[in-house]
T-cell receptor, first 112, second 115 residues
Framework: AQSVTQLDSQVPVFEEAPVELRCNYSSSVSVYLFWYVQYPNQGLQLLLKYLSGSTLVESINGFEAEFNKSQTSFHLRKPSVHISDTAEYFCAVSERNTPLVFGKGTRLSVIA | DAGVIQSPRHEVTEMGQEVTLRCKPISGHNSLFWYRQTMMRGLELLIYFNNNVPIDDSGMPEDRFSAKMPNASFSTLKIQPSEPRDSAVYFC?????????????FGSGTQLSVL
């Protein structure tokens, strides 16, 4: 069965600094990978996804993630964070059409 | 579309009481999922339905938990009797089975506190 490990439960970072949120997965078959974002008192929203093709995927608000099969990783990065990026971020994996399995989440706090 | 609608937003109850959480999926979506979010375990899948039929309930923690989907526009998650360790945020999500697995839409959640 697939699983997801998010190595950091909390990541504080100053505004305009770069950030990386780490995600590793385990699966015996090919997978789809995702990052979701949860703002306070809201449900999760899809941030970006890797299904196939280019291993580098980007979101509309400046985040990117790179699928690394050899390291079974899908780390999320942003070169310059904004206060509005403060949220909880969840990495998720799916073995094709199976329900998503989520990591425990990483709370990103951007400090002014 | 109003999105996935969950009620209540907050529920505070005493140990031993019955709790019922409700969910209205997005119209036209034929898959519905119940997740539980806690600090210790993150987001866990409890059960999911396709076309109102429960497909996998292996995530339901105990017999105290039950879920139903009597029609395509309504689902309930019931805990009877409730215990303090059930305190968590419970999310409902829905999607169109024919769409991508990532096209999952979440409700705003029900914050459950069992005293």
């Amino acid at each position: 069965a697939q699983s997801v490990t998010q190595l950091d439960s909390q990541v504080p970072v100053f505004e305009e600094a770069p950030v990386e949120l780490r995600c590793n997965y385990s699966s015996s078959v090919s997978v789809y990978l995702f990052w979701y974002v949860q703002y306070p008192n809201q449900g999760l929203q899809l941030l970006l996804k890797y299904l196939s093709g280019s291993t580098l995927v980007e979101s509309i608000n400046g985040f990117e993630a790179e699928f690394n099969k050899s390291q079974t990783s899908f780390h999320l990065r942003k070169p310059s964070v904004h206060i509005s990026d403060t949220a909880e971020y969840f990495c998720a994996v799916s073995e094709r059409n199976t329900p998503l399995v989520f990591g425990k989440g990483t709370r990103l706090s951007v400090i002014a | 579309d109003a999105g996935v609608i969950q009620s209540p937003r907050h529920e505070v109850t005493e140990m031993g009481q019955e709790v019922t959480l409700r969910c209205k999926p997005i119209s036209g979506h034929n898959s519905l999922f119940w997740y539980r979010q806690t600090m210790m375990r993150g987001l866990e899948l409890l059960i999911y339905f396709n076309n109102n039929v429960p497909i996998d309930d292996s995530g339901m923690p105990e017999d105290r938990f039950s879920a139903k989907m009597p029609n395509a526009s309504f689902s309930t998650l019931k805990i009877q009797p409730s215990e303090p360790r059930d305190s968590a945020v419970y999310f409902c999500a829905s999607r169109d089975t024919g769409a991508g697995v990532e096209k999952l839409f979440f409700g705003s959640g029900t914050q459950l506190s069992v005293l």
